[in-house]
């Protein structure tokens, strides 16, 4: 067979191999040494699987009609037989849809050969391993099974006999796949019909059900496959499968076409308008998370991402759920808004981390660029992002919650999966609003290799768009539209490396950002002012007024318009950030459409009266004096320029130097100024004169140094004891035994006196209230000795007492080297 | 986009701009379902709650039209997740019902089997529910009606009252709109007759009015709508009493049929007014009089000043959910934050009228608000920065500097009745004493009370220094000009109800005037200001003047 596909590839025109190349370009990955490489790899599993996926519901059933009616023996079989197989049922397709179908099979080589002898390239039954949903012949099976469908009038009375709960697993694997897990025990349990072998349950009653999959593995319409004990896997043979499927053909139901939208068609300017109106949302609320953000970093936790604590804190920022603020943060950082920031250095309590997320440089960038421009950034992270949201919040297989920007949220196929749920809605007809099964469904039909088991994701594509604004009423909007085609456009361009084709670069805003443009509101320069001191912008705030009401007055409603409340504390800062009351008064005569309430007037000047009422600010120094002349005096002096004096008030004179500095100054321009410390006394100022440290006078010391100090008796005294009482710690040392002495002892053929001995001995001592000499080591691990009465041995301490020194002593068991007793 | 007077922000609040051509149409549109919050002189603020548009779907209002309000007026596109939310919201009414069952009684039916699986869980719903009876129903005692939809509205789902309302015993009631005893005929406002509809209509329910705009007679016209016998409750005697006189005047009622049930009087008659007061009297722990609620088959029952029920109240009004509940207010703001809990029990709100409307039909006196900042002498200052937190705001509101500032208003309204309003008694005797004007107090008989409000209205007094008492009720149409001292805290229903004293309709349409004076560079004018805060955002633009300006002439310009 592989010889016969390399043979036939070679065969062909170089253009035909192109055109085969072009279809099926991972087949040049990397490019193959010759024909028949190349006609191996097109056979390869992984090759067909993805030539495989690409293809529609119907297309993959006449592959498999190709495949079922393969002759046995030669393994060929002809369009003619597939046309036969294909147009079998209720509804047949018309010739010409199916040998397309057989034409594009052709054209990617999974079938191959002329019209009369067609041949499935091997990989396919690998990758599919039941064609339509189909089981194997009973042949293949199982010999008894095989007889039983041999034989068709049999087969049909046992269908017919079959008990309902049987014919409804029947008819479950008949609509594919044929395989199906029997739960443990169903094939020990009776079958169906024969519940009577069972006593009736006297205790609780009612009627035993039996197992009809037993029923149909007894009557060999079901063939168990492997056996795990009491349950294991069963398979519909073929020909039970034909049989089942006879009323909607041997395909099973054959749809040449997507399903059709049922939904009515919406308005499309109500569509965009509600897309229109969510974009703005979703770029007020970007903008409110990286404000939040740059406000208050995340920290990046140690495995990764955002906590969900930090999450839900800026959730109930934003006011939105924690999916939506995921989805946001996600989208902002795949647009580059949001980076991670090293924390060098830094002991954060937090977490440990040591990395915080906060907004980007191009952050900036971004806000300063026009509401469909901001979005359209947006949108398009949101579209290439290899990210899954939805999955932020749910648990990852080790049961660890996964958490925003984390690893585990990430998905390669993500980008894919959005045009192809996007690709959906742009085909059908502008403002159609099909349901999300709908959307589903229509997915199924298109890919079904590729939608099945990814419903979840798909349907999470759909909420996005949604809450992003690509969509509008769960119909696609014309500007979503427009972008979606420019990435299609920029992707069939290919490589651009260059940037010749981007829109970014060029500056010109791409047609998707002028159609959303239209639709959303003009900026406005002006506000309302009204009596309760609120004041509303009717629209978006241009950059300059959104500027100036940031700092005059409290944000309080945000949407198509935004409200704002003056209050005390947002003129003082508006005060403190440099405008004056005039200035004030200016701003709002100049940007109020209607007259400026008298209170708010007010207002602004109250402020302002007290606005600086108390001035702060630091000096090096002051000159005061009750004698306003003598300070202008000073003040005017030229000599003293230099200490650059400023007038605070008329008895006070300030300078940024130093006291010292003008204090000399001031002496040497011939004033008498008094210093005072901090807390007003006059700090007396004697020339302070250097001094060495103090000596002790040569006076004071005796004569003759020479001479012998005399001592007084009651020292001397003192010294003859402490004589004493060396001379005999000396004597006691000596008479201690060498065992005792540690140091000594080490050094020739010690007794091994182990510490057992060592215990033995004292607890003798303790009975007969003998002298024991105790050998130790102390706290510093120095060796020492000591003739001791013990007194008693417990808890680890021996306690003894010294006769000489009259002391009680404690030793640590464990430190006790030695004890002898004293003879 | 079209240019509509409507912006819908991502806060669920509508700002509608009422210089616009369509503001008329638009407001009309979506008062069913938005709740009026702001109507300050350019854009009145209206919100989207999910009571109100649980309550647009009581009265019938589907989804898919306040959606479509809202886009057909709406300025600018309308972000998709609220009108989701919007939808969202407002499906969830309905699911489940209150019904009377013929075998049964009253029970919860559900139309959405899951959702009455989960609200049966709850537990915030234990001891409320009787014997489920089958899947979808679950038998409820009557007494539990309230405390029932109040538990399933915190719940979100709302639950829809099918079982209607008892008649109450009949009575008849009419309004003597021809004139009674040789009165002069008259007819209902056309606010107050919409009042009266919106709420017949809905069944039970609060009707905000602007103080003075005719509040009593709403409650007459709705007892000639009931024609049963009605429970009213009032703040207190003086305004029983007012009451009584008003439906003497203008209906049917005669003085025998009205009874008043206070501390001084115990009567029950087909009309009772009784006041707050003596209902939440407790002996040994237990309210005595609460039997009121049963002596008769009331068909009404009509809360006065409904922002001021006491929570007693509340609990005693779970009971009544069978009976037709009418809640009167000016000011629906209660500082503990409970609006939520008189719209559950009582019915939500079913009429509202923004006062700068009703002014300009005419009804209400034109007011003009002034804030009088006094600048306190030296030693007040000294006194006041040294002063214990607690004993601030008593040292600003009563400095001795107000004095002269509140003779000189009163002076520059000569041929006016002027009241002057404080909150401390010491305060008051003060003024009392310096104005030479007689003092109204808590400690005031009532009798002497009715003796110095007929000298009032009469002219005989010409100013009137009252305390809290005054705050309410009290009907005095002849005062123009208030005067406040010091207030309770930053309390915005007092300053509002305490304007509204001087908003009757004047004989002649002159002005009524309110002034505040306050202490400048004080915590008092940080507690002005947030008393001005309702009225301001009902449209009364303070002007602030200076003492200086009123105590003495202006001084020259010069130019």
């Known amino acids: 067979m592989t010889t016969s596909l390399a043979d036939h590839l070679r065969t062909l025109p170089d253009e035909s191999l192109a055109a085969l190349l072009q279809l099926r370009p991972d087949l040049v990955v990397p490019v193959p040494a010759d024909v028949s490489a190349l006609a191996i790899r097109a056979q390869s599993r992984v090759s067909v699987a993805r030539a495989l996926d690409g293809l529609d519901q119907f297309t993959l059933l006449i592959l498999d009609a190709a495949r079922l009616t393969r002759d046995p023996e030669g393994g060929g079989t002809t369009t003619e037989s597939i046309l036969a197989m294909a147009t079998a049922g209720p509804h047949p397709p018309a010739p010409t849809t199916v040998r397309g179908a057989v034409n594009k099979l052709r054209a990617l080589f999974l079938l191959y050969g002329p019209e009369h002898d067609l041949h499935v390239v091997g990989g396919v039954d690998e990758v599919s391993p039941y064609p339509a949903g189909l089981g194997r012949p009973a042949a293949e099976l199982d010999p008894r099974a095989a007889a039983v469908c041999a034989d068709p009038a049999k087969l049909r009375r046992t269908l017919l006999a079959a008990p309902p709960s049987a014919r409804a697993i029947l008819d479950r694997l008949a609509a594919g796949p044929p395989v199906g897990t029997v739960p443990p025990g169903a094939l020990d349990a009776p079958a169906t019909g024969e519940e009577d072998v069972l006593p009736p349950d006297l205790v609780n009653g009612g009627a035993a059900t039996g197992s009809p999959i037993r029923w149909l593995v007894e009557h060999r319409l079901l063939v168990r496959m492997s056996a795990v004990k009491g349950g294991g896997t069963v398979e519909l043979p073929r020909e039970v499968a034909l049989l089942l499927r006879r009323d909607s053909g041997p395909l099973g139901p054959l749809r040449t076409s997507p399903p059709l939208v049922s939904s009515p068609p919406r308005e499309a300017k109500a569509v965009d308008s509600a897309g229109a109106g969510q974009t703005m949302e979703v770029v007020r609320h970007t903008e409110a998370l990286l404000e939040a953000l740059a406000a208050e970093p995340a920290p990046v936790l140690r495995s990764g991402g955002v906590g969900v604590r930090d999450l839900r804190r800026l959730a109930r920022g934003l006011g939105l759920d924690d999916p939506t603020t995921a989805l946001i943060f996600e989208v902002a950082y795949a647009a580059g808004l949001l980076g991670e920031l090293d924390l060098t250095g830094t002991v954060t309590a937090r977490y440990g981390g040591d990395q915080q997320i906060l907004p980007t440089g191009g952050y900036e960038v971004w806000r300063a660029a026009s509401l469909a421009q901001r979005w359209e950034q947006l949108a398009r992270a949101w579209l290439t992002m290899t990210r899954q949201v939805g999955l932020v919040g749910q648990r990852d297989d080790r049961d660890r919650p996964i958490s925003v920007l984390s690893a585990e949220a990430e998905r390669a196929g993500a980008p894919a999966a959005r045009r192809s749920v996007l690709a959906v809605l742009a085909d059908l007809a502008p403002a159609t609003a099909p349901t999300p099964d709908e959307v589903l469904e229509l997915l199924d039909w298109r890919a079904p290799r590729r939608a099945r088991g990814r419903e979840a994701a798909h349907r999470e594509v759909l909420a996005e768009a949604a809450q992003l604004g690509v969509t509008g009423l769960g119909a696609l909007t014309s500007y979503g539209r427009l972008l979606l085609a420019e990435l299609t456009d920029a992707d069939e361009r290919g490589d651009d490396p260059l940037g010749l084709y981007s829109d970014a670069e060029s500056g010109e805003p791409s047609t998707a950002v002028r159609a959303l443009d239209a639709l959303l509101p003009a900026p406005v320069d002006h506000f309302l002012v009204q009596a309760d001191l609120t004041v509303v912008v009717p629209g978006p705030p241009d950059p300059a007024l959104a500027g100036e009401l940031d700092v005059v007055a409290e944000h309080e409603s945000a949407g198509g318009a935004s409200v704002h409340r003056v209050t005390t504390a947002s003129v003082r800062r508006a005060l403190d950030a440099g405008y004056s009351a005039d200035d004030l008064h200016a701003l709002f005569r100049r940007r109020s459409r209607t007259p400026v309430p008298q209170g708010l007037t007010y207002l602004v000047d109250d402020v302002a009266r007290k606005h600086g009422g108390l001035r702060v600010g630091s000096a090096g120094g002051y000159v005061r004096s009750d004698d306003e002349a003598l300070l202008t005096e000073v003040q005017a002096d030229k000599r003293l320029e230099a200490l650059a004096f400023r007038r605070l008030a008329p008895t006070v004179l300030i300078t940024p130097y130093q006291v010292n500095r003008m204090l000399t100054a001031l002496r040497d321009a011939g004033y008498a100024p008094v210093p005072e410390d901090a807390g007003g006394a006059a700090v007396l100022a004697r020339p302070k004169t250097r001094r060495a440290p103090a000596r002790v006078p040569v006076t004071s010391r005796s004569l003759d140094p020479l001479a012998a100090p005399r001592l007084p008796m009651p020292r001397l005294l003192g010294v003859v004891e402490q004589i004493r009482r060396g001379e005999a710690a000396a004597r006691a040392a000596r008479r201690a035994p060498a065992v005792v002495r540690g140091g000594t002892a080490q050094t020739g053929p010690a007794p091994a006196h182990t510490h057992s001995d060592a215990l033995a001995v004292l607890q003798q001592a303790v009975r007969d209230k003998a002298l024991v000499w105790v050998g130790y080591v102390d706290a510093h691990g120095a060796t020492a000795s000591r003739l001791v009465r013990p007194v008693s041995i417990g808890a680890g301490y021996l306690r003894a007492e010294d006769e000489r020194t009259e002391m009680l002593h404690t030793f640590a068991l464990h430190r006790i080297t030695a004890a002898v007793l004293e003879d | ?559």
């Open chain 2, 1 to 559: 986009m079209s240019g509509g007077p409507l912006i819908v922000q991502s806060d669920k609040t509508l700002l509608l701009e009422i210089d616009h051509p369509d503001a008329q149409a638009c407001r009309m549109a979506i008062a069913p379902f938005a709740e009026l919050e702001r109507s300050p002189e350019h854009v009145h603020t209206y919100r989207l709650t999910p009571l109100g548009l649980w309550n647009a779907r009581a009265a019938g209002h589907d989804a898919e039209g306040v959606v479509d309000t809202l886009i057909k007026y709406s300025r600018y596109p309308v972000p998709h997740a609220l009108l989701v939310d919007v939808a969202e919201t407002m499906d969830r009414y309905g699911r489940l019902q209150l019904a009377n069952d013929p075998a049964h009684g009253l029970v919860l039916r559900a139309l959405d089997r899951v959702v009455l699986i989960e609200v049966a869980k709850s537990k915030k719903l234990a001891g409320m529910l009787g014997p489920k009876l089958d899947d979808d129903t679950i038998q409820v005692h009557p007494s539990e009606r309230g405390r029932l939809k109040q538990a399933l509205l915190k719940l979100g789902w709302p639950a829809e009252d099918l079982a209607g309302y008892v008649d109450g015993e009949a009575h008849p009631i009419e309004l003597a709109e021809s004139g009674k005893d040789g009165g002069k005929p008259w007819t209902l406002r056309s606010y107050q007759r919409e009042a009266v509809e919106a709420f017949w209509a809905g069944g039970s329910g609060v009707v905000v009015l602007p103080c003075g705009a005719g509040k009593t007679l709403v409650g007459a016209a709705a007892m000639a709508e009931a024609k049963a016998t009605t429970l009213i409750l009032v703040t207190n005697t003086v305004a029983g009493r007012q009451w009584k006189r008003e439906l003497i005047a203008r209906t049917s009622l005669t003085e025998e049929e009205i009874g008043e049930y206070s501390g001084e009087r115990k009567e029950i008659r087909p009309v009772t007014i009784a006041t707050y007061q003596v209902l939440t009297s407790r002996r040994g722990g237990a309210f005595t009089h609460l039997d009121l609620f049963g002596a008769r088959d009331w068909g009404l029952v009509v809360y006065d000043e409904v922002h001021l029920l006491p929570a007693p109240i509340f609990r005693f009004t779970a009971d009544l959910q069978a009976r037709r509940r009418l809640g009167l207010t000016a000011t629906l703001v209660r500082e503990d934050g409970r609006e939520g809990d008189v719209f559950s029990l009582i019915g939500p709100k079913r009429y509202d009228a923004p006062w700068k409307d009703i002014e300009s039909q005419g009804w209400i006196a034109p007011a003009e608000c002034t804030e009088v900042r006094v600048t306190l002498t030296d030693a007040e200052r000294l006194a006041y920065a040294t002063a214990e937190a607690e004993e601030r705001y008593r040292m600003a509101a009563t400095a001795r500097t107000k004095l002269p500032v509140v003779r000189a208003l009163v002076d520059r309204h000569p041929d006016e009745q002027v009241l002057v309003i404080g909150g401390y008694i010491d305060q008051l005797h003060q003024l009392g004493e310096y104005l030479d004007a007689p003092i109204v107090q808590g400690s005031t008989t009532n009798k002497e009370r009715e003796r110095l409000f007929d000298a009032f209205r009469s002219g005989e007094v010409r100013t009137l220094v009252i305390s809290k008492v005054g705050n309410f009720s009290i009907d005095l149409p002849e005062a123009a000009v208030a005067i406040q001292v010091s207030g309770t805290f930053g309390s915005r229903q007092e300053e509002a109800q305490r304007l509204g004293r001087v908003l009757r309709p004047k004989a002649d349409g002159r002005q009524a005037h309110f002034y505040t004076v306050v202490s400048r560079d004080t915590i008092d004018t940080e507690y002005a200001a947030h008393r001005q805060r309702f009225l301001a955002e009902q449209g009364y633009a303070y002007t602030i003047v200076d003492a200086d300006d009123v105590l003495g002439p202006k001084l020259p310009t010069i130019d």
